[in-house]
């Protein structure tokens, strides 16, 4: 009853906002249309770079990417113990960062690679300090956070789950967990994260158990994230969040020279089988495949049967399929895409890296839940697609691959390069809630009797 009520009287004082938001900004559109255009544009802070791209002649080579600007990123000095540490380095000394021109500490490998973002993002910033070159790079590290665009969090939070979860038997609680509140304390105390109320801030947690707690605390920051599978909507969502790729597992296929007729299998699935939501679906489909002569279709990660097996297996096969597990997404998308095998995707709720400038319906084949489990719908369809369209498809992957490929140094391109790319494209709404959630925050507004002004209501809130 109270909780109904409650929330009843919060959607009617938002919706009373909505309405007022609305109608102010019809009534700034219409000042706006009135008002004569005689906007002086030198007000503006990039007016500078505004007049500087109709001057050809500034530099005799112009780079490619001048209006791809190069995503200025300030990265706090956090202790070693939430980064290379974690790995295993040891520092010399005070030094919190290795010296990446001598030594470059190796991440674990196995399983925990796929969730290796952290590493390679981190290891690229580095770098930028002492590379010259600036071809192929999307990003640059900044020392002063106020000229930076964003601000980044260097924790290794799925090393971090995956390697110190468990608890020593004289710990009160895990490493894993300790790390969390310690990163809360130092990010809320930072003059960075008061300024932008975190909204700046770039927190990678790829694992889809890594950054449980705090995750809560931080929620205004832009999360790098495999998928929202076990997000509430308000703490990660695709307006606000990067979806980065698996590393993948399987060999990439090069020199591939393959084709139609000399992938022998139709279709390949290997995986691990759940029993939550997904695992219905992978069931039913074994269910309705394992007979097939040309399907390949088991169970057991792609470790226990051996990646080289496993990696023959898809580059021999013409589509494999990626079917939800107990989270929307998998490994299994990145190792088809390195191994050219067309991905058919049984997923309703994933979300897809780089979507917003990546066409996934030219080398990808999707299927809603409820046809594929439909009797012989999904090998109906897969038999239908021609050579002709098939072969299509496969050149893209090979076109595309390499936006999946995670590698120190980085490359032009590569899953690293393009996710600074779509953090870079989160800056101007990021600016936009900054610069709007300051409207009320102005010293006037100190002057005004409490609860008069409207302060209270520029806070965001969490409704999850
Ligand atoms: C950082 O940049 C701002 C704005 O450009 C400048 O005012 C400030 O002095 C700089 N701080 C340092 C430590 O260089
Ligand atoms: C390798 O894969 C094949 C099917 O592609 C399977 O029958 C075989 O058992 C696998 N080998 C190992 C060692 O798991």
Redesign the pocket.
């Known amino acids: 009853m109270t909780k109904t009520g409650h929330i009843t009287h919060k959607c009617m004082k938002f919706l009373f906002l909505m309405a007022s938001a609305l109608f102010i900004f019809s009534l700034f559109s219409v000042l706006i249309s009135l008002a004569p255009h005689s906007f002086d544009f030198s007000i503006l802070p990039n007016s500078k770079l505004l007049a500087m791209a109709g001057n050809e002649n500034l530099n005799e080579t112009p780079r490619k990417c001048d209006s791809n600007k190069i995503l200025k990123v300030f990265m706090y000095d956090l202790p070693s113990e939430f980064h290379f540490n974690l790995l295993g380095w040891k520092g010399k000394g005070k030094n919190i960062w290795p010296d990446i021109r001598s030594e470059v500490p190796e991440y674990p490998g196995g399983l925990n690679l796929q969730h290796s973002i952290e590493y390679w993002l981190t290891l690229d910033l580095l770098n930028s300090e002492f590379s010259s070159n600036m071809k192929g790079r999307s990003a640059t590290r900044v ?5 930076a665009d964003v601000i980044f969090v260097p924790f290794f939070s799925s090393i971090s789950y995956n390697r110190y979860t468990r608890k020593k038997s004289e710990e009160k609680i895990s490493v894993n967990v300790l790390l969390q509140e310690k990163l809360v304390s130092f990010l809320l105390a930072q003059e960075e994260w008061k300024k932008s109320g975190g909204k700046d801030h770039v927190i990678m947690a790829h694992h889809p158990n890594s950054l449980l707690d705090a995750r809560m605390k931080l929620w205004p920051a832009i999360f790098i994230l495999s998928d929202f599978g076990r997000y509430p909507p308000t703490v990660g969502n695709i307006e606000k969040d990067v979806i980065a790729p698996y590393r993948h597992v399987i060999e990439s296929y090069v020199d591939d020279s393959s084709d139609f007729e000399s992938r022998p299998t139709l279709l390949y699935f290997q995986g691990a089988i759940y029993r939550k939501a997904g695992g219905v679906v992978r069931q039913e489909l074994y269910y309705m495949l394992k007979d097939e002569k040309d399907v390949h279709f088991a169970f057991g990660s792609v470790q226990s049967g051996g990646i080289r097996n496993a990696s023959q297996g898809m580059h021999s096969s013409k589509f494999c399929l990626n079917i939800a597990g107990d989270t929307p997404s998998s490994n299994r998308l990145f190792d088809a895409i390195a191994s050219h095998c067309v991905p058919v995707i049984i997923s309703d709720e994933i979300e897809l890296p780089y979507e917003d400038v990546l066409d996934y319906s030219e080398f990808c084949i999707f299927v809603p839940t409820s046809d594929a489990l439909k009797e012989k719908f999904l090998l109906n369809l897969i038999r239908k697609i021609s050579k002709k369209e098939w072969t299509r498809m496969w050149r893209r992957l090979k076109e595309v691959e390499h936006f999946y490929e995670y590698q120190y140094p980085s490359k032009e391109n590569d899953a690293v390069q393009m996710i600074w790319q779509a953090i870079s494209r989160k800056v101007p709404s990021i600016t936009r809630k900054i610069n709007t959630a300051r409207r009320y925050n102005a010293r006037l507004m100190n002057n005004l009797p409490k609860g008069k002004g409207l302060s209270s209501v520029s806070v965001p809130r969490n409704l999850g």
Do not use: I
């Open positions: 020392r002063n956070s106020s000229e």
